[in-house]
């Protein structure tokens, strides 16, 4: 992927695709989220990065409200809501159905072949017949080249494998934005290294994408824009260039050293 | 010697007088044990409830019905509300009683199960948009059935020797049997001996399959 291309990708909408505004999460006296405000622009591949207990995860979790920001504003795509007023389950479906999830843990369902962990959600979430789900889940095992699984069990699978199909089963439901919350972060760097292969082909397909994520090599190279948090708030964000060679703050720094260090 | 010997040697013939009442006997269990795994299912959606409401009322029924000796439980059901409300055959008494208690117990061996699924099957059913009936029914639901299997059928085993107590309502079921044997045998342990051995063999198979699930379970679950 060439530098040059990204910025012209990330500013071809004006309209960005996500759009978080003053959010605020608490849990008890804890204040998780400090009134952060984030948009991210179609085909944009945004990476959070920082300190763990930062409030990454729970920043990611929010956009598509697995997290419930106590308020703020919040649009994905067309869905725009003012959590001033507890949201409706169809208001929920609605949102969760423009974004795409991958955890850490994989989270596919052990009891299901990984066909059908990708055509069920398919057949449930869009109506799709089970042949229209089938074919694409086919297409999406030949994606992440794991057509030959489409009748094994995921407890069958390596840890990478299995984030793969993840990834494919997100994929299915046509989502607008994809949320990868440290997809890495469970698997030894071997079988990392075919997860981020698989991320970094959905990027240049030009899947808006924001990733929590460990792996500064791959933030550096991949992503259009770094996020770097840190207790509950933005502290620091732009380029990798900019961000990770050359942080602005001395919080930043340390934290960037330290990874650096490390390696 | 022959003062014990005798009876010894009548078991055999104990033992197939008492296979007249090893359907009644089968016949209650299993009834009991379906009325009490599909009633146990909104008892412990009602137990896992968001709302105050409906918890209490589930934890309240599971904790009375486990507080009640099952003979008390079946003579309220016969004798109360059957005599002055509606009239009950001695085994419906039996398969609604039984059912009742089964119940409660079978929505907490589900509930057991529900704890042993790992919180990111539910993150991720909720995230891919999955409605709250959808997730349950295939994701979640099919996972506590498995894990829960091992234990159903341990109180498979204990509600087949429970429901014994049917017969203080006139349950003509193997232990009806075996007390009229032994009174007509006038004393002597050998109709409880042939009891014994009929519960025995009633119970291996379904110990048998609980043990195979078991192993099957194991083996899904690790690599």
């Known amino acids: ?241 900019e961000v990770i060679r050359n942080p602005r703050l001395p919080r930043t720094q340390k934290f960037f050293r330290a990874i650096l260090d490390r390696h | 010697m022959t003062e014990i010997l005798t009876p010894l040697m009548n078991i055999g013939q104990y033992f197939i007088a008492l296979l007249k009442g090893v359907p009644i006997s089968l016949a209650v269990t299993v009834s009991a044990f379906l009325v009490g795994a599909i009633l146990g299912i909104p008892l412990v959606l009602m137990r896992r409830s968001q709302y105050w409401l409906p918890r209490t009322l589930a934890r309240v029924y599971i904790d009375v019905i486990r507080g009640i000796p099952p003979v008390v439980w079946l003579f309220i059901i016969f004798f109360g509300v059957g005599s002055s409300i509606i009239a009950f055959t001695p085994t419906q008494a039996a398969i609604l009683g039984m059912g009742m208690i089964s119940a409660g117990y079978l929505a907490e061996i589900y509930r057991g199960g529900f704890l042993a699924i790992p919180p990111g099957q539910t993150l991720a059913s909720v995230a891919l948009g999955l409605t709250r009936i959808d997730s349950l029914r295939f994701v979640l639901a099919p996972q506590v059935l498995r894990v829960s299997l091992p234990a159903m059928a341990t109180y498979f085993i204990s509600l087949l020797k429970d429901t014994t107590v049917a017969s203080t309502i006139g349950v003509r079921d193997v232990m009806m049997l075996v007390t009229q044997q032994a009174q007509a045998a006038g004393g002597g342990f050998g109709p409880f001996i042939a009891a014994a051995v009929i519960y025995i063999l009633l119970s291996i198979p379904v110990a048998a399959f609980a043990r195979v699930m078991d192993a099957k379970l194991r083996q899904r679950v690790s690599r």
């Open chain 1, 1 to 241: 992927m060439n530098a040059d291309q990204k910025p012209a990708r990330a500013s071809a909408a004006a309209e960005p695709i996500v759009s978080l505004k003053n959010i605020d999460i608490r849990y008890g006296n804890f204040h998780a989220i400090k009134n952060v405000s984030l948009d991210v622009y179609r085909g944009e591949v945004v990476a959070m990065v920082g300190p763990s207990g930062a409030g990454k995860s729970t920043l990611l979790r929010a956009i598509n409200m697995l997290e419930t920001p106590v308020s703020g504003t919040l649009k994905v795509g067309n869905f725009s809501f003012t959590l001033d007023h507890e949201l409706s389950q169809k208001e929920l479906l609605l949102l969760r159905r423009s974004t795409g999830m991958v955890f850490q843990q994989f989270n596919l369902f052990p009891h299901m072949t990984v066909e059908k962990n990708i055509s069920l959600p398919q057949m449930r979430v869009l109506g799709r017949s089970k042949e229209e789900a089938d074919k694409v889940t086919a297409r999406l095992l030949e994606r992440v080249q794991l057509a030959d699984k489409a009748k094994s069990y995921p407890a069958r699978l390596s840890g990478g494998q299995q984030q793969r199909i993840a990834i494919a089963r997100a994929l299915a439901l046509d989502p607008q934005v994809m949320l990868f919350d440290e997809p890495t972060s469970a698997l030894d760097p071997e079988l990392g290294l075919e997860v981020l292969a698989v991320m970094r082909e959905l990027a240049n397909d030009g899947m808006t994408m924001i990733v929590v994520t460990h792996e500064i090599a791959f933030a550096a190279e991949v992503a259009d824009r770094v996020i770097v948090m840190a207790d509950g708030e933005i502290i620091e964000q732009g380029t990798p260039e």
